[in-house]
């Protein structure tokens, strides 16, 4: 993302102006934009004109547009982002109010205006323009016919491409078609892997499987970069690790992210801090429950008496259309950061925030053990 101009009030309202650059950007801009706001944006509009003659054609015109935000859609698969509203600045060929869906488009600048721009959205302008934020972990799971490759940034797991293949059953006395099926998919997953990963970005190419299949595949792709001299996969042949799933889906990341040698692999990764936060609140939610909280009330609660260490929350809640919800968790980020907390804002789509949405969102490690009144064993209780 590349921000243009920067324009906030000192009562927090104003405007920003930005490009995005890459499919992730098309996500931040997904958690910045808020119904109520105002987008600026170039569009193509159908325009209809009359000739002398009396007939009409119909011509394409790109026109700049502000509209005042009404909905908004978010397509995961395409990351592609579609914003309606009514036009609140009337040009010749739209009129004022009238409704309009605006896409967002790659390298096509646009400008975002809010009432109030609170630290959560300031943050995440921050973190896209930082070109080191890109994706620096590559995945490729995999099983007979089946492979996932998939780019792991801070705040997303983009599917890259989904490979299926049909390999025929191995039959009695001859392997030939079942051969030539394997090495028809080896050849496909090849091809994606050099399409799909940036090896100058990537520091980690993780291929997983059951089986041997991962064996198998890397000694063919390795043979092949030898027999037509590919540098690029050659030379980075130590990037690639090697580890065991239990399928060739995009859910089995999730057991890949937990394993020791892959912490290890990737503790100086973006992604690793979040993985690694997660485990400790499970571990420490098993050994002493007092110093981990989930859920809305408790954490809060925790926050109140100054104990959380580690605040973890996914994006998902700030982008919830109920202002007043939107703004206890904004609140909930201020009151821990007063506190001197580590404060971690996980993205929905990717397989830690995945794991912490299942925890209702919101979650903490404190720095010292908290008893709640709701977990005292009341008085009468104690007495018999």
């Given at each position: 993302m590349k921000l243009l101009n920067r324009n906030i009030e000192k009562d927090e309202s104003g405007s920003v102006r930005l490009i995005p650059e890459g499919p992730e950007d098309i996500w931040h801009a997904y958690n910045l934009i808020q119904l109520g706001d105002q987008l600026t944006a170039s569009t193509i509009r159908g325009v209809k004109s009359e000739t002398k003659t009396g007939s009409v054609s119909t011509d394409r015109k790109r026109v700049k547009l502000t509209i005042s935000i009404e909905d908004v859609f978010f397509d995961t698969y395409a990351c592609a982002l579609r914003i309606k509203g009514r036009n609140i600045v009337e040009n010749k060929y739209v009129a004022f109010g009238q409704y309009h869906t605006l896409d967002l488009e790659l390298n096509?600048?646009?400008?975002?205006?809010?009432?109030?721009?609170?630290?959560?959205?300031?943050?995440?302008?921050?973190?896209?323009?930082?070109?080191?934020?890109?994706?620096?972990?590559?995945?490729?799971?995999?099983?007979?016919?089946?492979?996932?490759?998939?780019?792991?940034t801070q705040y997303m797991t983009v599917v890259r491409q989904r490979i299926e293949v049909p390999i025929p059953r191995k039959r009695r006395g001859s392997t030939t078609n079942y051969e030539k099926g394997v090495l028809r998919f080896y050849d496909q997953v090849y091809r994606a892997i050099k399409q799909h990963i940036d090896f100058d970005v990537v520091k980690v190419?993780?291929?997983?499987?059951?089986?041997?299949?991962?064996?198998?595949?890397?000694?063919?792709?390795?043979?092949?970069?030898?027999?037509?001299?590919?540098?690029?996969?050659?030379e980075n042949k130590s990037k690639f690790l090697l580890v065991h799933t239990s399928s060739g889906h995009k859910g089995a990341l999730e057991e890949v992210m937990r394993d020791p040698q892959i912490k290890a692999r990737l503790a100086d990764t973006k992604s690793a801090e979040e993985a690694r936060a997660i485990d400790n609140f499970y571990q420490m939610l098993n050994d002493n429950p007092d110093r981990a909280f989930y859920g809305y009330e408790d954490v809060s609660k925790a926050a109140e008496h100054g104990a959380i260490g580690?605040?973890?929350?996914?994006?998902?809640?700030?982008?919830?259309a109920d202002v007043p919800t939107r703004k206890k968790y904004i609140q909930l980020v201020e009151d821990s950061q007063a506190s001197n907390a580590n404060v971690l804002v996980f993205s929905s789509l990717h397989v830690s925030g995945e794991r912490l949405n299942q925890l209702t969102g919101v979650a903490a490690l404190l720095n010292f053990p908290l008893v709640l009144e709701s977990d005292e064993e009341p008085e009468s209780d104690r007495e018999n």
């Open positions: 096509q600048p646009f400008t975002l205006s809010k009432p109030q721009w609170d630290l959560i959205s300031l943050k995440r302008i921050e973190d896209a323009c930082d070109i080191t934020k890109q994706a620096d972990v590559a995945a490729v799971t995999m099983q007979e016919g089946l492979a996932v490759v998939c780019l792991l190419v993780i291929l997983g499987s059951p089986g041997f299949v991962r064996e198998q595949f890397f000694d063919y792709m390795m043979a092949q970069a030898v027999k037509t001299e590919d540098r690029v996969i050659i580690t605040l973890m929350v996914t994006d998902e809640l700030f982008r919830a």
